[in-house]
């Protein structure tokens, strides 16, 4: 029992020294969904560094880019948007789903 | 209080024109009846819409940015889902969303001008600055 914990715990802070260390995002580790170890170079906002402010439920294009295929709006881990942004992005995703611009679902 | 809002409706496929006219210019009046003002209208024409809606695969999307009250917008809104041709509508108030896009652009003009002002005065500024820091520091 006790190796298993001593075990445990320098694998634990092994990557997390690693993480500020190598300057990217707390996201690295944290991150990993599908239990990938390393992480991903660090992915930019993409309103951030246009300068967008505005997003209207209009612009359906630029909307159509953070959906996927089946009309589910894609999570921000995936499209590296930032909080806030993605939090607009889903007020205006919804709404133009309320107004028939985006579907709610898509059948296969 | 005059707060903008957004209104985009969608009128069924098979009405002619002159009639979304008529339905167009009798929303408008509602909101100009009622102490609102009509900033602009826009008919985004005809498009196919995401889902059936009421069976219908297409619509004429039509966008009104007014100036209204909020009991102005109930009763249009009333209207809207009255008139048996408008099959969707959604309002969205737009004023916060502008007074932050203001305050953001205005922010990017004060900025812009510090910097583009410094060709000619920054330097000649930061130049006699600079040794008459210096004087004062040593002495």
Do not use: W
């Not at chain 2, 910097?115 to 520091?137: M, T």
């Amino acid at each position: 029992m006790s190796d298993e914990t001593t075990q445990k715990a320098p694998a634990a802070s092994g990557p997390r020294s690693a993480g500020p260390g190598a300057g990217a995002p707390a996201s690295g580790p944290a991150g990993a969904p599908g239990g990938r170890k390393f992480f991903r170079r660090k992915k930019v906002c993409k309103f951030c560094t246009e300068k967008i402010d505005a997003i209207s439920y209009r612009d359906v294009n630029l909307l159509k880019q953070f959906v996927a295929e089946r009309g589910k709006i894609v999570p921000r881990r995936l499209t590296g948007v930032c909080t806030t942004h993605q939090r607009r992005l889903t007020r205006a995703i919804k709404q133009a789903r309320n107004i028939a611009l985006l579907p709610f679902a898509v059948k296969y | 209080m005059q707060r903008f809002y957004e209104v985009m409706f969608i009128v069924r496929p098979d009405v002619q024109d002159e009639d979304l006219d008529k339905l167009i210019a009798s929303f408008e009046a509602t909101v100009t009846n009622g102490g609102g003002a009509v900033r602009s209208t826009e008919k985004l024409g005809r498009r196919k819409l995401a889902y059936l809606v009421r069976k219908f695969s297409e619509g004429n999307y039509v966008l009104l940015t007014i100036d209204a009250d909020g009991a102005l917008v109930s009763e249009l809104e009333r209207r809207l889902r009255v008139t048996e041709q408008v099959i969707k509508f959604i309002t969205v108030r737009m004023d916060e969303e502008q007074k932050r896009l203001d305050k953001i652009k205005a922010i990017r003009a004060t900025r812009r001008k510090v910097s583009s002002e410094p060709a000619a005065a920054a330097p000649l500024a930061e130049a006699p600055e600079a040794p008459a820091e210096h004087a004062q520091a040593s002495a």
